[in-house]
């Protein structure tokens, strides 16, 4: 069973920084992609960002391209968003996400393990 803890959302003014950072919990058998969701009210979740451990492979939504960065530590099981440039479009509940593949910025292509959420609000 894997667990993933989210942490470092919260408010921030548009133009502003945030960096959301998921520990990993568990056994990691195969896991080979880690990533970042959003979801608004009433809406899908949507990917924002996936990291692939076969190569390395990066993807970004392209909402958040040139704002948005995941890094991954492979050594404590961590992987950050650091999300630069905030918009008030960006306000949504941000899930942590770890599959087995990643399908573009989407992690996984069914139900992949998810995060609790945690919340993100940029005003204007």
């Known amino acids: 069973q894997l667990q993933l803890v989210e942490s470092g959302g919260g408010s921030v003014q548009a133009g502003g920084s945030l960096r959301l950072s998921c520990v990993s919990y568990?056994?990691?058998?195969?896991?080979?992609?880690m990533g970042w969701s959003r979801q608004y009210p009433g809406k899908e979740r949507e990917g924002v960002a996936s990291?692939?451990?076969?190569?390395?492979?990066?993807h970004y939504a392209d909402s958040v391209k040139g704002r948005f960065t995941i890094s991954e530590n492979r050594a404590s099981n961590t992987v950050y968003l650091q999300m630069d440039s905030l918009k008030p479009e960006d306000t949504a509940t941000y899930y942590c996400?770890?599959?087995?593949?990643?399908?573009?910025?989407?992690?996984?292509?069914?139900?992949?393990?998810w995060g609790q959420g945690i919340q993100v609000t940029v005003s204007s």
């Open positions: 990291i692939s451990h076969d190569g390395g492979s990066i």
């Open positions: 996400a770890a599959d087995s593949v990643c399908m573009g910025p989407q992690v996984g292509s069914g139900d992949p393990y």
């Open positions: 568990g056994l990691m058998y195969g896991v080979n992609c």
